[in-house]
């Protein structure tokens, strides 16, 4: 009785010359059944969408194939294997795979090897071949330092939350004030809001430009040219121009922004209000909200930006809960706009969210209209234009507890202006 084929394979070869001898070796495998011999990328993908095939034979140069559709092939449960041209030759090609995610390679002169390739064990979140254990450190090294990783702070509200690219984009102000490197990120997918706030007028999206660098696998060493100096310890990663761009973004992207910028100082990150499911990544395509959640996943600090009105702090009380599902870290709890008309104290509020939820603490912001609209207007940080005020000073209380000052070192008392390196 013969039983079940072991690998239902795909074969995407761009018409190479290796085509015939790959698949004659996979029709002669026991086990193997090659269901469909694709054209292009769009064929391989709709292939893949069927959920009939386990594997996919790709050419290295296969255009259009790049980490976002690796990516996407694995998560509709199809392994991509690439052939990659033999001997010195094939070295760029193997380069280039790598930096798309395609971690198993099979040599066009080495064919034979493909039935094995299909069985070896992957690395079931990456889709990627193990890599070797690497080996124990020397005695000598043992004190050796790592390199230093700073905090990534992700700053978040509810719909409807006031002024949460405004506190996002003044925490990170902050730090830079402290002479902490920071790196501001817009990542919100529903349309960037920072560049225009802080007055960087940016042709291309720093955003879309790491989306397309992750998917060439250059980000890590390119990210420089995605950042916009703001001022001294401030760099700016501008957001989409168009709400409807977000589908040209791909998952793990916030993740691997902050990994790059982490690795010289802090990261601020604004995020959009939805971390809902929204369905489509069953379906092996990115979706707008996962954004926002891969952020969340990436914090190593949260803050959670919520109103003191009669509708924003039910929505914050929500919030607060349906976020204990996302992340296990507690929320820096920030109250905008607190004013006295409203006829409840501080200390009405706190009672409120702490009888909710633990927090890492509540902090409130005064309903200080005239100093933001300033600053907006202006396209600077609240530092910039109005560093001796209330409001000013509540962030940097703020900012005390994400990033505690360093003992032995008096806080600097005197508000300085941080004047951005240029305007555009």
């Known amino acids: 009785m013969i039983g079940p084929p072991t690998s239902v394979v795909l074969l995407a070869a761009a018409g190479a010359g290796w085509e015939p001898a790959a698949l004659g070796v996979l029709e002669r495998s026991p086990g193997v059944v090659v269901l469909k011999r694709c054209v292009d990328l769009d064929d391989l993908l709709a292939a893949a969408a069927s959920g009939q095939a386990d594997a996919a034979v790709v050419a290295a140069d296969l255009p259009g194939l790049d980490a976002t559709a690796a990516d996407q092939l694995r998560r509709l449960g199809v392994r991509p294997i690439a052939v990659v041209p033999a001997a010195a030759a094939g070295d760029a090609a193997r380069a280039r795979a790598a930096r798309a995610g395609l971690g198993q390679l099979v040599g066009e002169d080495a064919l034979g090897q493909l039935p094995a390739a299909l069985t070896a064990p992957v690395e079931a979140a990456g889709g990627r071949a193990p890599a070797p254990e690497p080996p124990a450190a020397a005695p000598s090294d043992a004190g050796a330092r790592e390199p230093l990783r700073g905090r990534v702070v992700v700053v978040w509200g509810p719909p409807g939350a006031p002024g949460r690219t405004t506190v996002a984009a003044a925490v990170a102000a902050e730090l830079a004030h402290r002479q902490l490197s920071t790196v501001l990120v817009d990542a919100d997918p529903y349309g960037g809001a920072v560049a225009p706030l802080l007055g960087v007028l940016d042709e291309v999206s720093g955003l879309l430009?790491?989306?397309?660098?992750?998917?060439?696998?250059?980000?890590?060493?390119?990210?420089?040219?995605?950042?916009?100096?703001?001022?001294?310890?401030?760099?700016?990663?501008?957001?989409?121009?168009?709400?409807?761009?977000?589908?040209?973004?791909?998952?793990?992207?916030?993740?691997?922004?902050?990994?790059?910028?982490?690795?010289?100082?802090?990261?601020?990150?604004?995020?959009?209000?939805?971390?809902?499911?929204?369905?489509?990544?069953?379906?092996?395509?990115?979706?707008?909200?996962?954004?926002?959640?891969?952020?969340?996943?990436?914090?190593?600090?949260?803050?959670?930006?919520?109103?003191?009105?009669?509708?924003?702090?039910?929505?914050?009380?929500?919030?607060?809960?349906?976020?204990?599902?996302?992340?296990?870290?507690?929320?820096?709890?920030?109250?905008?706009?607190?004013?006295?008309?409203?006829?409840?104290?501080?200390?009405?509020?706190?009672?409120?969210?702490?009888?909710?939820?633990?927090?890492?603490?509540?902090?409130?912001?005064?309903?200080?209209?005239?100093?933001?609209?300033?600053?907006?207007?202006?396209?600077?940080?609240?530092?910039?234009?109005?560093?001796?005020?209330?409001?000013?000073?509540?962030?940097?209380?703020?900012?005390?507890?994400?990033?505690p000052p360093v003992v032995g070192r008096r806080a600097d008392r005197t508000r300085r202006r941080l004047t951005p390196l240029r305007r555009r």
């Open 209 to 403: 430009s790491a989306a397309r660098l992750s998917a060439a696998g250059e980000l890590t060493e390119r990210f420089s040219t995605v950042l916009r100096g703001y001022a001294p310890h401030l760099g700016v990663v501008t957001g989409l121009p168009r709400a409807d761009r977000w589908a040209e973004l791909r998952p793990g992207l916030v993740g691997e922004i902050a990994d790059c910028a982490r690795t010289s100082g802090y990261v601020v990150v604004d995020t959009g209000f939805s971390i809902e499911d929204d369905g489509a990544q069953s379906l092996g395509r990115t979706t707008r909200n996962q954004l926002t959640l891969d952020a969340l996943e990436a914090a190593d600090a949260l803050v959670v930006v919520g109103g003191p009105d009669p509708v924003g702090l039910p929505r914050l009380a929500r919030a607060l809960v349906d976020l204990r599902e996302r992340t296990p870290l507690p929320a820096h709890v920030v109250v905008n706009r607190m004013r006295p008309t409203l006829g409840w104290s501080e200390r009405d509020i706190t009672g409120m969210l702490d009888g909710v939820v633990r927090t890492a603490g509540v902090r409130f912001l005064p309903d200080d209209r005239a100093t933001v609209d300033e600053a907006a207007v202006a396209g600077r940080s609240l530092l910039d234009t109005a560093p001796d005020t209330a409001l000013a000073r509540a962030v940097a209380g703020l900012v005390d507890e994400l990033a």
